[in-house]
């Protein structure tokens, strides 16, 4: 069974630090656009960041402004896993984090703007930043 799997998230307070994890299994990330989505409570859900897999740009990282400079997107193709590094976290930050995976998912350079064509989605995990 396909699954992406999300660990890491929890309360922390402003400024500090979180990374997300973000297993895959049943099929190869690396074979994959990928990225972090958030959806803050009242808010639609949003992109944050992903790795694009087109031959133009096989493995860049974009991100959306709000968390350029803030956090890292990366993967570790041995453990087929994803991960989100976050600093200088700010109370606007909190939200349910979400990873996914699409094969032909258009990452652009502005991040993940694109609302549709990740194929996996993860279920989500509570990221809460306490000011």
């Known amino acids: 069974e396909v699954q992406l799997v999300e660990s890491g998230g929890g309360l922390v307070q402003a400024g500090g630090s979180l990374r997300l994890s973000c297993a895959a299994s049943?099929?190869?990330?690396?074979?994959?656009?990928i990225g972090w989505f958030r959806q803050a409570p009242g808010k639609e859900r949003e992109g944050v960041s992903c790795?694009?897999?087109?031959?133009?740009?096989?493995?860049?990282?974009y991100y959306v402004d709000s968390v350029k400079g803030r956090f890292t997107i990366s993967s570790d193709s041995a453990k087929n896993t994803m991960y989100l590094q976050m600093s200088s976290l700010k109370p606007e930050d909190t939200a349910v984090y979400y990873c996914?995976?699409?094969?032909?998912?258009?990452?652009?350079?502005?991040?993940?703007?694109?609302?549709?064509?990740?194929?996996?989605w993860g279920k989500g995990i509570l990221v809460t930043v306490s000011s």
């Open positions: 049943e099929f190869t990330i690396d074979d994959y656009a």
């Open positions: 790795i694009s897999r087109s031959s133009r740009d096989n493995g860049k990282a």
């Open positions: 996914a995976a699409g094969e032909y998912y258009f990452c652009s350079q502005y991040g993940p703007v694109e609302k549709y064509g990740m194929d996996y």
